[in-house]
Nanobody, 127 residues
Framework: QVQLVESGGGLVQAGGSLRLSCAASGLSFSSYGMGWFRQAPGKERKFVAFINWNGRNTYYFHSVKGRFTISRDNAKNTVYLQMHSLKPEDTAVYYC????????????????????WGQGTQVTVSS
């Protein structure tokens, strides 16, 4: 059974930093692209960042580029999202997701491109 478990969320002041982790099990992690999405209250889930299977290809939503960094450790079956210069508008539940399609230069930014999802972790940024 595939499980994706996010952790690292919390309450932080504007300008602060957090690092989210997503631990995967039940799948061949190093074969999957991984993504982060977020969903603010009353809004639809939106793409944040993608990393391909070997970590050499990353892609970011424009509003987080330069502030967020996605990375992965295939030995630990874990993907990370390092977030700096957080803003109140970054407040959301953050979800990690796994994409089984083999990608070298392309990226997955739509929810329907992902096969598995975690339960999410809350990030709250106070002003």
């Amino acid at each position: 059974q595939v499980q994706l478990v996010e952790s690292g969320g919390g309450l932080v002041q504007a300008g602060g930093s957090l690092r989210l982790s997503c631990a995967a099990s039940g799948l061949s992690f190093s074969s999957y692209g991984m993504g982060w999405f977020r969903q603010a209250p009353g809004k639809e889930r939106k793409f944040v960042a993608f990393i391909n299977w070997n970590g050499r290809n990353t892609y970011y939503f424009h509003s987080v580029k330069g502030r967020f960094t996605i990375s992965r450790d295939n030995a630990k079956n874990t993907v990370y999202l390092q977030m700096h210069s957080l803003k109140p508008e970054d407040t959301a539940v953050y979800y990690c997701a796994a994409d089984r399609k083999f990608r070298v230069t392309s990226y997955a930014s739509r929810s329907d491109e992902y096969d598995y999802w975690g339960q999410g972790t809350q990030v709250t940024v106070s002003s």
